[in-house]
């Protein structure tokens, strides 16, 4: 398995296991379902978003740093659509959800970059 695979589903299993670590015993809550799509979305949406770019570097290295930029304004355009949607939904579960969903988000983030940054060193510009 790629680096990138291994990150990638370490970090939604810690993800899952925090939450639920959280939610039942520091507060003694269930794990609301808005955290757990919003997990699946942000999941889903990194691998997509990290796929594509793969193929991006491969045929046009000049315009990565384009595609990279764009896929970041994406991934927090939708990632704030989806808070907001929840908030206008689901009140009471917003807090839980968006501090859940940040971390998420900025692990996956992270993992990606570490991932793409040593190809993006090695292609000729």
């Not at 291994?6 to 670590?21: C, E, P, V, W």
């Not at 949406?45 to 304004?73: C, E, G």
Request: charged residues 10%; hydrophobic residues 60%; positive net charge.
């Amino acid at each position: 398995m790629p680096s990138f695979q291994k990150s990638f589903a370490i970090i939604a299993l810690l993800n899952a296991l925090g939450a639920y670590a959280a939610a039942h015993w520091a507060l003694g809550v269930a794990v609301p379902n808005t955290y757990w799509i919003a997990l699946l979305f942000i999941t889903a949406l990194s691998w997509i978003i990290h796929r594509i770019l793969l193929k991006a570097d491969q045929k046009r290295p000049q315009v990565f740093v384009n595609y990279f930029m764009a896929s970041l304004t994406v991934k927090l355009l939708l990632s704030g659509i989806l808070l907001i949607a929840v908030g206008l939904l689901a009140r009471e579960e917003l807090v839980f959800t968006a501090i859940g969903y940040l971390l998420a988000y900025f692990m996956l983030t992270a993992a990606e970059i570490a991932d793409l940054l040593p190809r993006m060193k090695n292609t000729p510009h």
